[in-house]
């Protein structure tokens, strides 16, 4: 007998369940990790249990180069994984040593327990954390001592790249001196909408994305009563006067993508809508790869840290495209 599609019940594949009081049991998770000689936590907002993992690279530059500074947020469809989950903190741990630069990881609230905007504005506090550090001079935390703060990128990977543009949205009339966003790297960035676009109903089945596990991703971390086509999850649809503005404040902006992924066309959509408005954009869909492959695939992860360093390094060579 034929093994029932993943898609059949998302909350097994999901492994987690739903309790009476609204929150989650998760059943499995990737294994924590404790920060390390070259990675530290820091306190970002007590009361929500936040914080940043600070990731510096292991191959020490000369005293007096300035490193840029990388803000990351981790994947997991808002429901799952934290900034101390093995995949991510071995990732941050890459990238800051490929890409010679400080990672701040940010441990963001998850929902069902927190819904969005919750995880939005954990980003906004994570950047005006940084804007604060670098106002405070010789009093910030000594690892950012040897920073250049006007060089500054924000990523995010699945819903982390979701949390990146949103991010983006809240903070483009914020007045960040000396933190100058150069560039914003959306990485498979998670978006939805109530009628499935065409990758989303070729693959409907896939075994890492299903499209009935998406749906249920978003009835989980959406407010309550909205649907996919609400603005965070669908701004192609829902954007307002007010976000498409704000839009077109945004920094560089860096969209990586693969074609065995449900959700590229929503990211394909979300290039073509920056576009439109005026974002300086590049795009990189390879047409091989799945969701999350850079986690599994070395191949997969030194493409997209390669990708990532060239577009890094073209951000900082020119003027900044943003007030951000």
Not at 103 to 111: D, G
Not at 179 to 193: E, P
Not at 280 to 296: I, N, Q
Request: net charge negative; charged share 25%; aromatic share 8%.
């Amino acid at each position: 007998m034929e093994a029932p599609p993943p898609s059949s019940d998302p909350y097994k594949f999901l492994n987690i369940t739903l309790n009476s009081d609204g929150s989650l049991t998760r059943h499995r998770d990737f294994p924590k990790l404790p920060p390390t000689e070259h990675s530290k936590d820091i306190p970002l907002n007590p009361n929500n249990k936040t914080f940043i993992r600070l990731f510096k690279p292991r191959n020490i530059p000369p005293p007096e180069t300035k490193l840029p500074i990388l803000i990351y947020f981790h994947g997991g469809g808002f429901i799952l994984y934290s900034a101390a989950s093995a995949p991510f903190h071995e990732s941050c741990t890459k990238m800051a040593d490929r890409l010679q630069t400080m990672i701040l990881s940010v441990e963001y609230r998850l929902s069902p327990e927190h819904r969005l905007p919750a995880a939005y504005d954990d980003g906004v506090d994570a950047i005006s954390w940084l804007r604060d550090q670098a106002r405070n001079g010789g009093d910030c935390d000594t690892w950012l001592s040897d920073v250049d703060f006007s060089r500054c990128f924000v990523m995010g990977s699945s819903s982390g790249g979701n949390i990146v543009y949103s991010v983006a949205l809240r903070v483009a009339e914020t007045d960040l001196s000396p933190v100058k966003i150069r560039g914003l790297i959306m990485n498979q960035a998670f978006f939805g909408g109530v009628e499935p676009s065409d990758s989303e109903s070729r693959l409907k089945d896939d075994r890492i994305c299903p499209l009935t596990a998406t749906h249920l991703l978003w009835s989980l971390c959406l407010p309550h009563g909205v649907d996919r086509d609400h603005v965070y999850s669908n701004p192609i649809k829902s954007s307002g006067a007010e976000e498409r503005e704000k839009m077109g404040r945004f920094p560089s902006t860096l969209i990586n993508g693969y074609g065995g992924d449900p959700l590229v066309d929503r990211q394909r959509d979300v290039a073509e809508m920056l576009k439109a408005r005026g974002v300086h954009v590049e795009t990189r869909f390879d047409k091989d790869g799945f969701h999350a492959c850079e986690l599994f695939d070395e191949n997969k992860a030194k493409a997209l840290y390669d990708t990532v360093e060239g577009f890094m390094k073209s951000c900082s060579m020119t003027a900044p495209s943003s007030n951000m």
